[in-house]
């Protein structure tokens, strides 16, 4: 069995999926420790940089959560976090880390169960995964300025998203048509 314990970041929307992880809490649902969760208004104001963060940072996985399509308390914020999640699947893979890792969930403050079953599931997964490969390397460059390539290349590719988020910031989709020309 397994002793890697990954670390799993969790954005949770305040209104429908935070309220969801609580009454997991308060039912005493039981789900693993590994989720360290971020209370966010809205998945739609998950941004892009901050998963592409997350990993660098050495999250295993990433959570965006929110209120199921059509309850999201700002209308369409769910909605984008959707468009991203697409985008951002191909982006990771890009980067060398498995889309798997990233995974969108719909969840209700009624439903503290589903919650504990997502984060179960996702743990499950990533176990089965292990360490991201890249962002490890990464990690061991750091100390060695950067001297392989594929270390290098990837820097390169977190400052490009960088700046891509500067000029975008109006839309998703131009983000997205921005990512998809610069490639
Ligand atoms: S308020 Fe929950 S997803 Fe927008």
Known sequence: MSRFEPKI??????????AGA???????????HNIRIIRVMCSGRVDPAFILEAFELGADGVLVAGCHLGDCHYTTGNLKAQ????????????LGIEPERLKLEWISAAEGEKF?????????????????PLMKRMRCDRSSKLKTPVAKRSYDFMDRIKLLKLSCKSS????????????
Not at 9 to 18: A, K, V
Not at 22 to 32: K, N, T
Not at 116 to 132: D, N
Request: glycine share 6%.
């Open 9 to 18: 970041i969790g954005f949770l929307c305040n209104w429908c999926s935070y």
């Open 172 to 183: 998703t989709l131009s983000f997205s048509i921005s990512i998809s020309q610069s490639g």
């Open 116 to 132: 504990a079953r997502a984060i179960r599931e996702m743990v499950e997964e990533l176990k089965k995964l292990g360490l991201v």
């Open 22 to 32: 609580d009454l997991a809490g308060m039912s005493r649902i039981h789900y693993p």
């Open 83 to 94: 468009r991203r999640f697409i985008m951002l699947k191909a982006l990771l893979e890009q």
